[in-house]
């Protein structure tokens, strides 16, 4: 066993006894983000009922959406390659309206697509600021160096109000740094969705993120752990586990109900999870390898 699968095992059963010593622990977002609800930028109207979270799930952090119409008539122009997002809603056919007297009215389901403003160009000047909270940012030269140096590192977008990773396009969006609590919560979310991009084809390759599952099923919880596990040994390693290790072991702590139906899952997550860490730490495991052979 190498010196960091020796420091991993240990941070892995010091995770476990603070979940098991302190009860509950409520898992807190450590960033903050737009509380304004998505709105149409030219009507001024909210979106209602599934589109609010159609919209959010986006991940924008402006709350302003438009039409493709609504944006070239405002001399704007959707940026090549952005996807639409759908808003659904429903058209009602009044009796006066049919051919049929007496028909009786009814409804049927439409739907048209909507850009974030953050998907135009040349609408400057035309869309409302939004302020969010902020505080100053010290960027930790260890992790930064550390992700930059990632072997074939996905694509990191901030200004998000989501931190996720998508498998089809390999891409990581986090919320800026200046938005989190602190520059160690921002790099522990950072740590964990690199993690979930080892899982890529292109990379270990892991099930979970090759064949998405349903949130919550066994595949989606196993992939979770492995995620949160491999961000806290990074963590460890950058030497900010100490700021971290509650939120991520309240984290963990929700994930780790399944171990009742399956209690190898910490076993396999554990092993998956140092495959994460050792395919983002890249040379720098190599060289210690190395020193230990």
């Not at 450590?30 to 159609?54: D, Q």
């Not at 438009?66 to 940026?79: A, C, I, W």
């Not at 990074?234 to 290790?245: A, D, K, N, P, R």
Request: glycine share 8%.
């Amino acid at each position: 066993m190498s010196a960091y699968e020796k420091i991993n095992q240990m941070i892995t059963d010091r995770l476990i006894q603070r979940i098991e010593a302190t009860g509950e622990l409520p898992w807190k977002k450590p960033w903050t983000s737009v509380s304004m609800m998505p709105r149409n930028l030219v009507t001024k109207k909210n979106y209602r009922g599934v589109n609010v979270f159609l919209l959010h799930a986006m991940g924008y952090a402006s709350p302003y959406f438009l039409s493709f119409r609504q944006v070239t008539e405002m001399g704007g122009r959707v940026r090549k390659g952005e996807h639409a997002c759908p808003v659904v809603f429903w058209r009602f056919v009044e009796a006066e309206e049919q051919d049929d007297l007496e028909a009786k009215p009814y409804a049927f389901l439409r739907y048209y697509n909507v850009f974030n403003t953050e998907q135009c160009e040349g609408l400057e000047g035309k869309v409302p600021s939004v302020e969010i909270p902020k505080r100053e940012h010290e960027p930790l030269e260890i992790a930064e160096a550390l992700v930059a140096n990632m072997p074939d590192a996905p694509v990191i977008h901030h200004g998000r109000t989501l931190a996720c990773y998508s498998p089809l396009t390999d891409k990581v969006s986090m919320p800026c740094p200046e938005w989190f609590t602190s520059g160690e919560e921002y790099y522990g979310a950072l740590f964990h969705e690199l993690a979930h991009s080892t899982g890529h084809q292109s990379r270990v390759g892991r099930k979970a993120i090759m064949e998405p599952t349903g949130f919550a099923s066994h595949d989606y919880s196993q992939e979770e752990l492995v995620a949160e596990m491999a961000s806290a040994f990074l963590c460890g390693c950058t030497g900010i586990l100490l700021c971290t290790e509650k939120n991520s072991a309240a984290y963990l702590k929700g994930w780790l109900k399944r171990l009742r139906e399956d209690p190898t899952m910490l076993v396999k997550a554990g092993g998956e999870a140092q495959k994460a860490f050792d395919w983002i730490m890249g040379e720098a495991v190599g060289e210690e390898l190395q020193e230990a052979a």
